[in-house]
Structures are given as C-alpha cells and as structure tokens.
C-alpha cells in the first residue's frame, strides 16, 4: 500500500505540474472513494481544495465527510475546505421541471444531483486555476459503469481508477481514515436516503469484483450456477447497458 501511496502521489503531482494548474479540487461525500483520493491529493503539498456540495443529504453522510475534512486539515497545511449548500439549487429546478409520472423520475433526479455538484466543482476549479480530481474505481468506471455521465465521471484526473474497491479500502486502512468512513456501507448519496450501492447493484463489490475477474479470464454464465451465476449476469447486465459511459463519445465520420 506504501508504494501505491506512493506512485499516486507521485503521479498527480506530476500531472498538476505538467499542466501548469495551481492546485487539485476534489468533491467530499463521506465515502472511502472521496476520503482515500483527497488524503492522497493532500500528501502532494499542492494546494487542496475539499468541496462539500450537499443535497438534502443524509446526516451520516454530512458527518463523516466534516470528520474526514477536519482529519486533513489537521495533518496537512496545504488543505482547505468549502461547503455549498446545493439544496436549494436542486428545489428550484424540481420546482421549474413539469410534472411527471414517469418511473425513470426518480434516477433522473439522481443523475441530476450528481450534474450539479459537478457544476460547482468546475466552477471553483476555474476560479482557482485547479483541476478536479476524480473518486472513481475501476469495478465502477469500468466493470459496472456505476456513475452519472457528466456528474461524477466529468472530472480531470482518476488517480484510483486502476484499483478494485477492495482495494481502495486497503489503501484508506494504510492512509488512516476515519473508521466510521471504512465502516460505512458504500452509498452513493443520491437518493436522499440511506439505500447502499449494493441495494442498487443487487451485488457486493466483491461479488462483483470477483465477476470482473471471471469475465476478463473469458469465462460465460454457464461456467456457474447458484448465486455465482446470479452475480455473473448481473455483471454482465451491467457492464453491457453501460458501454456508452466507458467508450469515446461515437463520432460521424464524414467520408471526404
């Protein structure tokens, strides 16, 4: 975990310089992804902006994010914090949106929510002359493709896109996080309620990890029966529907 610290840190650093940027900004939520990605933006000495962007969020989220700031900005000089209260924001265009009966409503507002604290993490940036910092892992931006397009996955840099969330809990025990952040059930807030990733997955990430694995060594649903199977088409379901987030946006190529 030393020399994964290590080659992350190294390599953001090295980005931010090579881009000439002033600093990194990086989004807050309470989760190991956010709290794992910030302490290592932290050890790069760069200036470090951390965002809290709540949207009628759950309070166990809010507190776990303040205890992770207050964490940061306690071992590192280089950190500094933000809260923009994003509810109102997200009642006014509810409240300008027409009526709808639709079963997508509810994931479109989440998605939604996600936009907006994406917004606001680009507003600072360029106020700043930051770059955002990305939170995603790979069993979500490239096995499951759990997150919102142009919310969570509109960022500048992924330093832990290449590590399994497993992993990334590894590496949050090596950078002593808060424990009632490793503890927590992964969630990604959206809702405005308690309901986990799992609950939405309908699978563990090591379950899904574990499909992710399978798959990359070219093995089908009828290798499996049982819950294994089960998981294995969950994975499969998932990682099909959401190409059109892990693949370049298609372009018309015009024949000239």
């Not at 000495?45 to 962007?53: A, D, H, I, R």
């Not at 950190?79 to 006014?92: I, K, N, Y």
């Not at 931006?141 to 397009?149: C, L, R």
Request: overall charge negative.
């Amino acid at each position: 975990m030393e020399n994964i610290a290590s080659q992350i840190v190294h390599w953001i650093k090295t980005y931010a310089e090579n881009a000439r940027v002033k600093g990194l900004v990086i989004g807050v939520s309470g989760g190991v992804d956010s709290a794992v990605v910030s302490t290592l933006c932290a050890r790069t000495g760069l200036p470090t902006l951390c965002l809290e962007m709540p949207i009628h969020q759950a309070e166990s989220h809010v507190s776990r994010a303040q205890e992770h700031i207050a964490f940061l900005k306690a071992h590192y000089p280089n950190v500094s914090d933000l809260r923009t209260d994003l509810t109102p924001v997200f009642d006014q265009f509810v409240a300008q949106i027409p009526p709808t009966d639709k079963s997508t409503y509810e994931m479109a507002l989440a998605n939604t929510r996600a936009r907006l604290r994406m917004t606001t993490l680009y507003y600072f940036a360029g106020l700043e002359g930051y770059i955002v910092v990305g939170t995603g892992n790979k069993i979500e931006d490239f096995g499951v493709g759990f997150f919102t397009k142009y919310g969570d996955g509109g960022v500048d840099i992924s330093p832990i896109a290449d590590l399994m969330k497993s992993e990334v809990y590894q590496l949050g025990k090596y950078l002593q996080i808060p424990q009632s952040i490793l503890k927590a059930k992964p969630s990604d807030g959206l809702f405005g309620d308690d309901r986990s990733d799992e609950d939405q997955l309908k699978a563990s990430y090591d379950e899904l990890e574990w499909a992710m694995l399978q798959t990359d060594q070219g093995k089908k649903a009828d290798d499996f029966s049982g819950r294994e199977r089960e998981v294995f088409e969950i994975y499969t379901r998932l990682n099909r529907a959401n190409q059109h987030k892990m693949q370049p946006i298609p372009i018309c190529k015009i024949d000239k």
